[in-house]
């Protein structure tokens, strides 16, 4: 503390800090429950966020609750652990030269993520599809030279924190070029061996009140092909905003309707008194045989450093229904 008492003196640091606390309201799904507090984070977010940065060097360190997910495998054993906070999905970066960055921690590397959900329409890995949120530990380093960015990161296998020795995992290479025209970025992704590789490319551009982009990714995991391609159209104007994401995939090996998948995710949403209410629909597969989607009505919006989010969610699964009213509060310094 002392040492970060210096550097604060010494040097100009931004930092910031935010909590969270995430409830339904009400939730009904066959029996009635009434304000139910939890932090069982979705994959974009922790209870606890700090991060703080300069020009040239940053960390960013997040919480969650451990006992949620010790607890899974722990009830199975007749176990219940106490609940605690655990550090998570940290990393620190620093630019050793003006157009270098080296990142040391949690990874996140990706093409294009929807503005929906943030996490569940990023076909193209990154830490935003792993179940906790967290990605691949390992190194990155990044060269930006005007409008080319080059990435090459090395990153550790499942389940094992930081390199050591044997334990590269996955080798990732990422290039990005933006131009008048918009910008392309590719992206290969190598587990292990060349038999677990994924190689992929996206587009985004902005025209006017409107930005699009769309990817297109190969992978081949064990033996089995799969291809996938995305698009996403965003427009935002007086106070106006709406935004619809799909996402097609399918295995190589039997292209038929049972095995495809269409993701759709669509938002509408208009400023009102210092917030916005919004309309959202979310499902994982338009094309199923079953009908399974979430709706969700809601408003969001600021109370000083506060930011805040209530809403009424319908979701359908089949023959099954829930309604409840999820809301978070969050506070950011």
């Known amino acids: 503390m002392a040492a970060a008492a210096v550097a604060v003196s010494a040097f100009a640091v931004d930092f910031s800090a935010g909590f969270q606390l995430k409830a339904d309201l009400f939730n009904y799904d066959g029996s009635f429950k009434a304000f139910s507090v939890w932090n069982q984070n979705a994959k ?41 906070m655990s550090a998570h999905a940290y990393n620190i970066w620093f630019k050793p030269f003006d157009m270098v960055k080296i990142d040391l921690g949690c990874q996140d590397i990706a093409l294009n993520k929807e503005h929906v959900t943030w996490w569940k329409g990023n076909i193209t890995g990154g830490k935003m599809t ?27 296998s499942p389940s094992t924190y930081w390199l050591n020795g044997s334990s590269v995992g996955e080798t990732v290479f990422y290039a990005g070029y933006a131009a008048d025209f918009g910008k392309i970025n590719v992206l290969f992704d190598a587990k292990s061996t060349f038999s677990n590789l994924m190689v992929a490319a996206g587009y985004s551009n902005t025209f006017g009140d409107v930005a699009i982009f769309a990817d297109a990714m190969f992978r081949a995991k064990n033996g089995a092909n799969t291809i996938a391609v995305d698009f996403d159209a965003r427009y935002s104007k007086d106070g106006i905003g709406l935004e619809a994401y799909f996402n097609w995939s399918t295995a190589l090996a039997n292209i038929s309707l049972s095995s495809m998948r269409v993701a759709c995710y669509a938002k509408g949403s208009y400023a009102l008194n210092g917030g916005s209410l919004f309309l959202k629909f979310e499902d994982d597969n338009i094309i199923a045989s079953s009908f399974g989607a979430d709706i969700t009505v809601g408003y969001d919006g600021n109370l000083g450093p506060m930011s805040y989010e209530v809403a009424a969610m319908v979701s359908v699964a089949g023959s099954t229904f829930k309604f409840s009213t999820p809301c978070y509060f969050r506070i950011g310094f």
């Open 130 to 156: 792993g179940w906790d949120g967290v990605g691949e530990w390992g190194y990155k380093a990044t060269v930006n030279v005007d409008a080319f960015e080059l990435a090459v990161a090395l990153l550790s």
């Open 44 to 84: 974009d977010d922790k209870p606890f966020i700090f991060s703080v940065s300069t020009d040239r060097v940053g960390a960013t360190l997040k919480f969650y609750d451990a006992n949620w997910d010790d607890n899974n495998a722990a009830l199975q054993y007749g176990k219940t652990l106490p609940s605690i």
